[in-house]
């Protein structure tokens, strides 16, 4: 696995500033990160499938939906405690991964990105035509149970889900199977030709990534408290998850997380500033240089700023 | 030298902050910072805000307002309420979100307890949470008719114009694909057959994105209804520009959010005439009491971007914050959020025109039951659904662009500026 003692004193350090945090930061602020470690799950969830394999998916919400509304459905409609309700949500949204994995068995590059479109647009009609009396329909549904109050206790949970999804396939991506899958992102034929089974890898990346979306998103919906589809399956959404990947640095666990607490931070401290839509132009813009300046993410550029200090040291 | 004076002045500002002297009650304003909707209702609570400081503030202390915006998205809706709550800290908060930013929020409001007005939002699933949870709805308010109210009164036009005056007997139905569509849609078909006695023939749902209307109003022609009822909030001058465009050979009237402001007849190039929409009160082509025309002239003279005048959310904006500020001074400030909304709960505003009762701003509280619809809408704003209407103004009114570009009231009657018409290239029936 090639782990060093830094990598733990990396992450040790990372757990006990999380734990800290509500200690050096207002609740407004704490607010904010709750909501940056939704979103680095999410990102996450699109590394692992995405990043790593090259299937390039623009429907990620479409599994994060199926997680987030068998859990609202099922406590809002059928008083099912949450206990069951989550485990229930992910299985659920990992059969939703393998639905998206059958166009992966013919089809990559664009013709699978559209698909995967396809399907978060289709699951967007859906829930607002199929028994909406179940989804709530177009409103969608409010007043869902939540698992903590307030921001303190909700960050713990949100911190405490974020770092076991990171650090759990952190760890497993430096296995074998992890770089199994990222060749398969560098090339599928290669690996067929070496013996092992692509669509079996394929398909560990497509369930690995709805586990983590289905959990993701059935944990979110029970912090927001409320579920509507033009929240969830929106273009806006989607970009939002895979900019957060690309400019954190996909194929690494560790970018995606970074990415998403840059922008998700970025954007809260511009409102104070902008106020309006323009701090959307600036987030746009800052993403985009920072983008254009290091495509591998920011990942990439703090690893080459610590090697430039042990060189010069 | 310059040492002791930065020591006094230091020392005068603690004194000061000590003293209470800088003390303010912080109003938090959610909403789209870049549509007509939202900027109403932030226009209209900047205005009234203005007002009460230079009377002296509320409880001797001066209002400030900051604003958090929502793009008129569900989530960012949710992270605006939790930035005016938690970095804010505002006290109260005011509203110009559409339905749907509104229920993401909710369950904050419900956490935070923030006493909030909602002006625009008039989804009746909310006051429907106030009847089963009263307590932890106890800072909500909305005071917009709720759209249950809305629609009601309409199936009376539908009776009244539309099937006693025009002879419609069949309807087709055009709504957008979104949450105010599907709910408007749905309180419409249930009530314009068994009430009106109209027919619905059929119920087109088209994507917001939609750019050509052309394929959609043959299907509406094809339908063999009588006329076309549309429900449009978003876009909704693109289905009334080609709708006029294309000379569609029948009537359309419904909602059409677009045609709710002064700037319609510009963003439809013109080309928005024959087209009537219900519109919550006042709207434009609205005659307005001598305190609504005094807020417009304030509105016009700080103002010179759109909307030209405010939609009506802006009045609630502007009555709904002072009968807040009122509520507070009588509760002893926003913190006892029981003794606020009990308070809130007594605001009644009676504006007349010409000796009569034109609007009233105040709130339906848990027990009066509305005689026609025959059921409670706590914390709801006032209305009437029963000329003569010397109880409160209609829940709405329906308004017709004319093909010259003047506007007017059509319905009702005590309220009425115009006759409603069809445009000149549709046969009468």
Known sequence: MGLRWYHFALWGAFIVGLALLPELVSKGTLRTIIFANYLAIFAISWDVLSGRTGYISFGHPFLIGIGAYTTAILTKRFDVPVEISIPVAVVVTMIGGLIVLLPALRVRGSYFAMITLAFMELMYQLVQVIRPDLTGGTRGMSGLPTLTRGAVNGFYLSAFLMVSVALSMWLLMRTRLGTALSAIGMNEESVRGSGLSATKLKMVAFLLSAAIAGLGGAFYVHYLGTIAPRALFEINFAFTIIVAALIGGASTIVGPVIGAFFLTLLLEYLRPVLPGAERYLIYGGVALLLYMYQPRGIYEIIQQGLARVRRSS | ?429
């Open chain 2, 1 to 429: 030298m310059n040492y002791k004076m930065t020591t006094g002045v230091v020392a005068l500002t603690a004194g000061l902050m000590a003293s209470g002297a800088y003390a303010e009650i912080k109003v938090g304003f959610i909403g789209s910072l870049s549509s007509d909707t939202g900027l109403s209702t932030l226009r209209g609570a900047e205005i009234a805000i203005e007002e009460l400081n230079a009377a002296g503030g509320v409880m001797g202390q001066q209002i400030t307002m900051v604003s958090a915006d929502t793009g008129e998205d569900v989530t960012e809706g949710i992270k605006a309420y939790e930035y005016l709550a938690e970095t804010e800290e505002v006290d109260f908060i005011i509203s110009g979100s559409i339905d749907d930013v509104s229920l993401g929020w909710l369950p904050r409001m419900q956490e935070y307890q923030i006493p909030t007005l909602d002006t625009w939002t008039s989804y009746i699933g909310i006051i429907d949470m106030v009847v089963e949870d009263p307590e932890t709805m106890a800072p909500y308010f909305m005071n917009i008719a709720s759209d249950e109210a809305l629609a009601t009164l309409y199936i009376n036009f539908g009776a009244d114009v539309l099937k006693a005056q025009m002879g419609f007997e069949s309807v087709v139905i055009l709504a957008e694909d979104t949450a105010f569509g599907g709910a408007i849609t749905g309180l419409v078909t249930e009530a314009l057959a068994p009430v009106a006695g109209i027919e619905v023939k059929e119920i087109i749902t088209y994507d917001i994105n939609t750019n050509d209307f052309a394929p959609i109003f043959a299907k509406a022609q094809a339908s063999g209804a009588d006329f076309i009822y549309q429900v449009s909030s978003v876009n909704s001058q693109v289905v009334s520009s080609q709708y006029v465009k294309l000379q569609v050979p029948m009537a359309m009237t419904g909602v059409n959010v677009a045609a709710l402001g002064l700037e319609y007849w510009e963003d439809t190039g013109g080309a928005g005439g024959g087209i009537s929409t219900l519109s919550p009160v006042p709207s434009v082509g609205f005659e307005l009491d001598p305190a609504s025309q005094a807020f417009v002239d304030t509105y016009q003279a700080k103002y010179s971007s759109r909307p030209k005048i405010p939609h009506f959310n802006g009045f609630n904006a502007y009555h709904g914050l002072k009968q807040a500020m009122a509520a507070a001074t009588e509760a002893g400030g926003f913190d006892d959020v029981k003794a606020w909304s009990a308070a809130m709960l007594k605001q009644d505003l009676k504006l007349e025109k010409d000796g009569q009762l034109w609007l009233r701003y105040g709130f339906w509280d848990y027990d009066t039951v509305e005689p026609v619809t025959g059921r409670t809408y706590p914390h709801n704003a006032l209305f009437d659904l029963e000329a003569p209407y010397d109880f409160a103004q209609p829940s709405m009114v329906v308004i017709q662009w004319k093909e010259d570009g003047k506007v007017g009231v059509v319905y009702p009657p005590e309220y009425a500026t115009t006759d409603f018409t069809l445009p000149s290239w549709v046969p009468a029936k």
